[in-house]
């Protein structure tokens, strides 16, 4: 069931599916894929509950619904990924009516399929000749479907939504306390005299950060908020390194009162000294600049 999913996952979006993978066979991975289960419980059991209740005619009419709406439900959850979305009547019904009379040859096929797997079955044919028989017009059945949707451009349009994006604050707040929860390790290692691996640790992680620039920003500012600025001060030579590299001479120049006003004997790496006496100079610091010359 699942690599049937993504085969007509595949055929809507004009892709080839490619072999099963080991992937297939683990929970966790694509989950969603394992919803068409639920249709298929449905369906069964349906039928066995109606007919035994009411018989044929309100049986054929149950069954008849529900071969109509299928293959629509389905087409969703392969477009959208979701099984609450699968099961709403708007997005199903929006499916159907985006297709037209097109959409009826997929209920057709699994009309006809199921009458001639039964038909089969009753003239007592090899069991795997009917097996065969009965996968083989399955697997026809996802693919045809796939097929059918594809043209339409479904997972573009057709008013069913399209998975909500945080936005640029949900974001970014997650993003500082991802962040934060790094500071925090670093912290405790420095807090054990192993200023080192502190610092390592939060290279590594600026190593991979989204927005690099900020980070080292942000780091810098949290960093010098400590009351101990053992580490804070090398980590901040290395931003000032980088602004002065990257030709910001008024960041940096900021950077570098501030930290002088956490400690006086701050200065710039050795080779950055020219580079920040000259943007001292661009911002006309005469403090700053009598301290480097």
Request: proline share 6%; hydrophobic share 50%; glycine share 6%.
């Amino acid at each position: 069931m699942r690599y049937l999913m993504l085969l007509l996952q595949a055929r809507a979006r004009g892709a080839d599916p490619g072999p099963p993978g080991v992937e297939l066979f683990t929970w966790f991975e694509n989950a969603w894929s394992l919803f068409p289960v639920v249709h298929l419980l449905v369906l069964i059991y349906a039928t066995y509950l109606l007919g035994s209740l009411f018989g044929g005619l309100v049986l054929l009419v149950v069954d008849l619904f529900l071969v109509a709406v299928i293959p629509a439900s389905l087409a969703v959850l392969a477009i959208t990924r979701s099984p609450v979305e699968c099961l709403r009547p708007r997005a199903v019904i929006g499916l159907i009516f985006r297709c037209g009379i097109d959409y009826w040859v997929a209920p057709a096929f699994m009309l006809i399929a199921t009458i001639l797997i039964w038909w089969l079955g009753t003239l007592q044919v090899f069991d795997f000749l009917l097996e065969f028989v009965s996968f083989y017009l399955l697997f026809v059945f996802f693919g045809l479907l796939g097929g059918l949707i594809r043209p339409f451009g479904l997972d573009r349009e057709l008013g069913i939504p399209e998975p909500r994006e945080p936005d640029v604050e949900q974001v970014r707040e997650q993003l500082d306390k991802e962040r934060r929860k790094v500071l925090n390790h670093a912290y405790g290692f420095i807090s054990r005299d192993n200023r080192a691996g502190g610092l390592e640790h939060v290279y590594a992680w600026l190593a991979h950060d989204p927005d690099p620039e900020s980070a080292w920003s942000w780091f810098a500012d949290q960093m010098l908020r400590w009351e101990i600025n053992d580490a804070a001060l090398p980590f901040a030579q290395q931003y000032l390194s980088r602004l002065l590299q990257a030709g910001e001479q008024a960041p940096a120049v900021k950077l570098m009162m501030r930290c002088r006003s956490a400690s006086k004997a701050f200065r710039p790496l050795p080779e950055d000294a020219a580079l920040m006496l000259a943007a001292a100079e661009y911002c006309h610091n005469d403090e700053l600049i009598s301290f480097l010359r």
